[in-house]
């Protein structure tokens, strides 16, 4: 049983105590807040639960293995380093730290210790990465030529972080788990309109190896809440809509052959390819519940965790 400690309880913290609660080799002990309020509400979903709204409580509780850190970004590295400096293997919510160098800290720490980094990419665990990663690694796509991804909505502003900083991270780990390429270079613009000079709209570029490239677009001033992603390869090509209630990934056999003429290399032929489109079946578990079973797999068969 794998005993665990969860620092902030505001609006994605019970989604993961509810998770912790379902599985059978996860218990969930104590909860902290600054808000006693929150407190409240979760005992009154789990009254044996023990509250606290001082997190150094939940470091130092000797029985606990695993300390979840749901809290601002601002946060996370202080609370995360202090779990690891006292032996807790930690759950980090996305994005892992408010900068780069402290998640670079934060790793070097945890070698040190010998324990565990879990960043909470909810995203890699759906039923639609999974199918999709399949599709490439199968080869059904052929060569891949670009990842696109359109992530907007109204509000919710963070206080401390930008629009990149808070929803591209879902972007970047579902490219990662997709493609496994590491970058070549990143270019990112944004702009400022309302928030304590935070960027509320913001577009990332990927270059990767063979011509692969990704563009991410965030918005937190948009009318409409799209979460739609294209990925395109030579022989077929994916429509991604999240926010269809069903048939969330569309394959479609479409594409361009362009047929070069040896004599007059100036004198392309393209043809147009339409084939069928079909909607795969996609496994509907719960991504926290696949997430939270993958971090039991890891720390009982010590296993590396993902990056
Ligand atoms: N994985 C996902 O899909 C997903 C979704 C939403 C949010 N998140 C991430 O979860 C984290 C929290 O976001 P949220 O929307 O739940 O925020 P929130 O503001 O609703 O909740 C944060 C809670 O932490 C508490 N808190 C702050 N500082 C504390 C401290 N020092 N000690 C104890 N408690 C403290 C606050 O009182 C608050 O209740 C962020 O990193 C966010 O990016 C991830």
């Given at each position: 049983m794998i005993n665990i400690g969860v620092i902030g309880v505001g609006y994605w913290g019970p989604n993961l105590i509810r998770n912790f609660v379902a599985n059978p080799e996860t218990d969930i002990?104590?909860?902290?807040?600054?808000?006693?309020?929150?407190?409240?509400?979760?005992?009154?979903?789990?009254?044996?639960?023990?509250?606290t709204i001082d997190y150094q409580e939940?470091?130092?509780?000797?029985?606990?293995?695993?300390?979840?850190?749901?809290?601002?970004?601002?946060?996370?590295?202080?609370?995360?380093?202090?779990?690891?400096?006292?032996?807790?293997?930690v759950l980090i919510e996305k994005p892992m730290t408010a900068n780069?160098?402290?998640?670079?800290?934060?790793?070097?720490?945890?070698?040190?210790?010998?324990?565990?980094?879990?960043?909470?990419?909810?995203?890699?665990?759906?039923?639609?990465?999974?199918?999709?990663?399949?599709?490439?690694?199968?080869?059904?796509?052929?060569?891949?030529?670009?990842?696109?991804?359109?992530?907007?909505?109204?509000?919710?502003?963070?206080?401390?972080?930008?629009v990149l900083w808070d929803l591209a991270p879902h972007d970047v780990s579902i490219m990662h788990c997709l493609l496994g390429e590491k970058a070549e270079s990143v270019v990112a613009t944004g702009s400022v309109h309302l928030n304590n000079n935070l960027e509320d709209v913001a577009y990332l570029s990927i270059y990767y190896p063979n011509n692969l490239i990704a563009h991410i677009h965030t918005n937190w001033l948009s009318p409409v809440k799209i979460r739609q992603t294209l990925i395109a390869g030579s022989?077929?090509?994916?429509?991604?809509?999240?926010?269809?209630?069903?048939?969330?990934?569309?394959?479609?056999?479409?594409?361009?052959?362009?047929?070069?003429?040896?004599?007059?290399?100036?004198?392309?032929?393209?043809?147009?390819?339409?084939?069928?489109?079909?909607?795969?079946r996609l496994d509907s578990t719960e991504a926290l519940a696949t997430e939270v079973d993958h971090i039991v797999e890891c720390l009982n068969q010590n296993k590396p965790s993902p990056a």
């Open positions: 002990q104590i909860c902290c807040d600054l808000n006693r309020d929150r407190l409240k509400y979760i005992t009154s979903l789990y009254p044996a639960l023990s509250t939940v470091i130092k509780d000797n029985d606990l293995a695993l300390v979840a850190v749901c809290t601002p970004v601002n946060t996370h590295y202080e609370i995360a380093k202090a779990a690891l400096n006292a032996g807790k293997h780069s160098k402290q998640a670079e800290e934060l790793i070097q720490l945890a070698q040190k210790q010998s324990r565990r980094i879990f960043v909470d990419h909810t995203f890699i665990y759906t039923g639609a990465v999974r199918k999709i990663k399949e599709y490439i690694q199968n080869g059904e796509l052929g060569d891949l030529f670009y990842f696109d991804s359109v992530r907007v909505n109204l509000g919710m502003f963070q206080h401390d972080v930008n022989k077929k090509m994916i429509v991604w809509d999240d926010n269809q209630p069903s048939e969330k990934v569309r394959v479609y056999d479409k594409g361009i052959d362009v047929i070069q003429n040896a004599d007059q290399v100036y004198n392309m032929l393209i043809q147009y390819r339409t084939g069928d489109m079909h909607c795969p």
